[in-house]
DNA sequence: CTATTTTGAATTAACGTTACGTCAACAAGG
DNA sequence: CCTTGTTGACGTAACGTTAATTCAAAATAG
């Protein structure tokens, strides 16, 4: 393959005008003519730049890790096209890695570990993570920026708490009194159970205890079957994981549970199936897309050494999209 | 951060005797005694291997790329966790990205195209590259595998002709004689409508034209909608693309059929989700995580020079699920 | 006791880039 | 005519690694 040596042997100059021209620095200034016969000599050599002689060189590879807890989560769908997104115009690729997968010793995390690999680290998912692997990465010489809640280290997140309370309010003002919170382990979970038990207690309502079973579909059918063994049975439901929701529709439909009829449903975290199912259903859209790019923007922040904006994303705020899964209640079930 | 360097002056030893440590070489040799003072030198100065440097020397940068063509598709869930494990076993990396969002001169396919990025690059999707992009891509140094029938690229794909074949013939022997298919674009379809076609004319039925809608949810709804103008209406349904079935599903509760009562359902490809769905979706099962190991072995085929063993992929076949959406005909629609 | 082999290491030349420092040729100003 | 500045380029030293080559000292053979 064609090298600048080559390029600058083609076209008579020396080494120096070619990196020049590659990269139009102005440092080293040529003739307009110079220019277009070392250019016509790159384009006859099909000359392609070694990105990792460049990268050895600069010691920086444009390239950023993202490491997401459950890779398959469609809620991290418009998170990954708002990093690529984010990530392109500042001229980097994206290393997309499993938390699942990163054991300790694990290929990914070697990789990661070493030297010259990633200009910084996206995470999500850190709970997930192992302690030493964590360990391991906070050693890491380039900075990491964790895309939710963190203690040491900078983060930013989407307001996990304000989703749990819009959706808890939409509820209660549906008239509904007997809500609850069908959840998850880990933080986000609590934060959107938080937001469940301000807007029931704003309202002088007792707020259930938190049922927490897990992520995914199971989740959410094991959940609402817990929620049905209540003394008094509840007439509305605020699912923690989005995923969830469809484990609830089908243990509803086992059940016999007609839904919005006799339960209403709110899903936390909105994804285009939503809107397939039957009922179709209402949900608080996250702002994934926006958290993307803001992590993005904040990790080259930390990059370039600058002070990271940080924090909780407040614009655009969650947003309630109503479907068919939720209604006014009617009637009181006994 | 320390490099070799700094270890070999820390352990009163060579540049060479470190490099040699950190590969385990047997063309440098040393005493043990040596070895480990070069092991604590390393531990006490935090020391990392430069990958770029490594990748540099070496001509190989252990890290390979994957394109898919809707990377949010939940089908490539087990396609990538195959690739990611077999490359980890060839210790590399894989770097993921969307032929969505590969555009000419889009930073992604500038990376790939640049030396010293990948070791080699599979792709899923290459009918939805444009051309000038696959034009690029073919000039590419490295090797390429393509992840389904491909004509002039090496290739490797599990059997699309067979699933649909399966698919069909379970419905005809549940005694279903109006079976429709409902398909999508490209080669993938055409393979599948073939198997459909296949296994109808075995029984000396007239197979229904491909009504090709497109990918995902809507095309289901549309798909059935447009099925169930037909002059005769069918009892059963293939659905191309499994993530479709959510929409032949939420359409056919909005016109009032009732599946499988009424309409029998068989989907192509199998996801978590369609064993939560209600009624529970009958599907063939693809060997999409086999299809992801054997395509990184066939792509590090490639990349020693071996030749590679391409094709269809036959063992494990394609594999029927059966659940609640699709059953036996009992009576004749009017 | 010398000749030969083995052991244990050190030197060094790449790999392809980039950026610093240098410098000749020419132009403009006094 | 000399001084100073500008233009257009060249040479070269890194970046951190690996592997080929070289070589002294120790061990073994004859």
Redesign the interface.
């Known amino acids: ?1 064609a090298t600048q040596r080559d390029v600058a042997r083609a076209a008579g100059v020396s080494l120096a005008v070619v990196s020049a021209v590659v990269n139009g620095t102005s440092h080293t200034r040529m003739r307009e003519s110079t220019r277009t016969r070392v250019l016509q000599a790159m384009q006859q050599l ?1 000359y ?6 460049r ?2 060189r600069l010691n920086q ?2 390239m950023i890790a993202m490491i997401l807890n459950k ?2 989560n ?1 809620v991290y ?1 418009p998170l ?1 096209h708002g990093v ?2 984010a ?2 115009e500042h ?6 890695g ?1 938390a699942e ?1 990163m054991r300790f010793g ?3 995390l070697t ?1 990661l ?5 990633v200009d910084g680290i996206l995470i999500r998912g850190e709970g997930l993570l192992d302690d030493d692997v964590m360990a391991e990465l906070r ?1 890491h ?1 380039k900075p990491i920026l964790i895309l939710e809640h963190a203690m040491d280290h900078p983060w930013i997140d989407v307001d996990d708490r304000r989703a749990g309370e819009i959706a808890t309010r939409f509820l209660v003002n549906l008239s509904h009194r007997h809500i609850v919170f069908v959840g998850g382990l880990g933080y986000l979970s609590q934060q959107r159970y938080l937001g469940y038990q301000q807007a029931m207690d704003a309202v002088g309502l007792t707020p259930a205890p938190h049922l927490a079973t897990g992520f995914g ?2 989740a959410g ?1 094991d959940g609402l079957r817990q929620a049905m063994q209540a003394a008094t049975a509840p007439t509305a439901i605020v699912v923690n994981n989005i995923m969830s929701a ?2 609830v ?2 243990a509803a ?2 059940l016999g549970i007609a839904i919005p009829d006799q339960l209403s449903v709110v899903g936390i975290h909105d994804v ?2 939503m809107q ?3 009922p179709a259903v209402t949900a608080v859209r996250m702002p994934m897309y926006q958290l993307g790019r803001a992590g993005v923007e904040a990790l080259y922040d930390l990059i370039a050494g600058r002070p990271s904006a940080g924090g909780v994303i407040t614009d655009p705020e969650p947003e309630l999209v109503i479907r068919d899964s939720a209604t006014a209640l009617t009637r009181i079930r006994d």
């Open positions: 393959m099909g392609q730049p070694n990105q990792t002689a990268s050895l590879t444009d890779i398959d469609p769908g990954r690529y997104e990530a392109a001229g980097a690729t994206v290393l997309l499993d997968t694990s290929r990914f990789r570990l070493s030297q010259g690999t050693s010489p579909e199971q059918a469809v484990g529709l089908a439909r086992d285009d199936l397939h199912l039957r």
